[in-house]
């Protein structure tokens, strides 16, 4: 596609239930970085991947989270049992390679946990 | 730790009027720095980035921004700003050796007056 696309938009989930959020890079794109943003916040880094190694997972803030990217193309964020804090938007981004490029963001997922 | 700090969490500006959005960081290396705005329901887009050379850096819809060393600052500014420019202003810094992996400020929300 033209931009990086993640699915869904929003999602509404209950405490305690697993979510997956989705990211699609710009084709050809080989690094890819998840953020979240919170609420008059700026990102947060979550992690990323440079092909389909996680180069760096050092924002991941707890065990229940845990993302994937097995062709080294589309990645998923996964959340196990949810808690009203995982509330945010989560951002992913891809870039041609590592640093020195710029780096394109998706519109997010609106993630609400009641 | 590396950190970036955007003291200005709400401006606001009368259309036509210069801009001005502060932007400090904290780095050990010379950093690569970075300005994205995000307007209401849409991604993060970059506006400019410093990485070495010239350190007064144009970017895209008349902004420019300036690397100063010796005050750790890449402030942002607009001679005269127009009302499609409300939004959402972020700077970001490389947090480590070029991987892409960005620490974003606070942000700075930008309003314009008519």
């Known amino acids: 596609g033209a931009g990086v696309s993640q699915t869904p938009s929003n999602k509404v989930t209950e405490k305690g239930k697993y979510v997956e959020l989705r990211c699609d890079p710009i084709s050809g794109h080989t690094a890819l970085y998840w953020y979240r943003q919170s609420l008059g916040q700026g990102p947060e880094f979550l992690i990323y991947f440079q092909g389909t190694g996680a180069a760096d997972d050092s924002g991941l803030p707890n065990d229940r989270f845990f993302a994937v990217r097995p062709e080294g193309s589309v990645s998923t964020l996964k959340i196990q049992r949810t808690e009203r804090g995982d509330s945010a938007v989560y951002l992913c981004?891809?870039?041609?390679?590592?640093?020195?490029?710029?780096?394109?963001f998706g519109q997010g997922t609106r993630l609400t946990v009641v | 730790a590396q950190s970036v700090t955007q003291p200005d969490i709400h401006i606001t500006v009368s259309e036509g009027a210069s801009l001005e959005l502060r932007c400090n960081y904290s780095y050990g290396a010379t950093p690569y720095l970075f300005w994205y705005v995000q307007s209401p329901g849409q991604g993060l887009q970059l506006l400019l980035k410093y990485f070495s050379g010239d350190t007064l850096v144009q970017g895209i819809k008349g902004f420019e921004a300036e690397f100063k060393r010796s005050q750790s600052s890449f402030n942002l500014r607009k001679p005269s700003v127009h009302w499609s420019d409300a939004a959402e202003y972020f700077c970001a810094v490389d947090a480590s050796s070029n991987t892409g992996k960005l620490i974003f400020g606070q942000g700075t929300t930008l309003q314009v007056k008519p």
């Open positions: 981004a891809s870039s041609p390679s590592r640093g020195n490029t710029e780096a394109f």
